[in-house]
């Protein structure tokens, strides 16, 4: 499996991105999809998922109100539309798949397979 993510960029604080991400190869037959990110010196954080029907999402308390994911399932594509950026919300972003489940992982263990990351710059 691979994922390949883009959309990443430099903005200023209060602007919006969208990411996106993409899956190919062998995939799981339903599948959860998630974003994490990792800011420098900092832990990889778990931001939001979804699973594979789209109707189930979670959120870190951080990003609630201000980011959605949402997916394609027939193009194997999640999107994060980020509204609202603080500058805390810098760092690099990642996507990640795992094996579909009734309740979605929040944690680094809940996913089996990892895009390369793309970095989200926020001015102040």
């Known amino acids: 499996v691979q994922l390949q993510a883009s959309g990443g960029g430099l903005v200023q604080a209060g602007g919006s991105l969208r990411l996106s991400c993409v899956a190919s190869g062998r995939t799981f037959s339903t599948y959860t999809m998630g974003w994490f990110r990792q800011a420098p010196g900092k832990e990889r954080e778990f931001v939001a998922a979804i699973s594979w029907s789209g109707t189930s999402t979670r959120y870190a308390d951080s990003v609630k109100g201000r980011f959605t994911i949402d997916r394609d399932s027939a193009k194997n594509t999640v999107y994060l539309q980020m509204n609202s950026l603080k500058p805390e919300d810098t760092a690099v972003y990642y996507c990640?798949?795992?094996?579909?489940?009734?309740?979605?992982?929040?944690?680094?263990?809940?996913?089996?397979?990892w895009g390369q990351g793309t970095l989200v710059t926020v001015s102040s």
């Open positions: 990640a798949l795992g094996p579909g489940s009734v309740v979605l992982p929040t944690t680094r263990r809940g996913f089996a397979y």
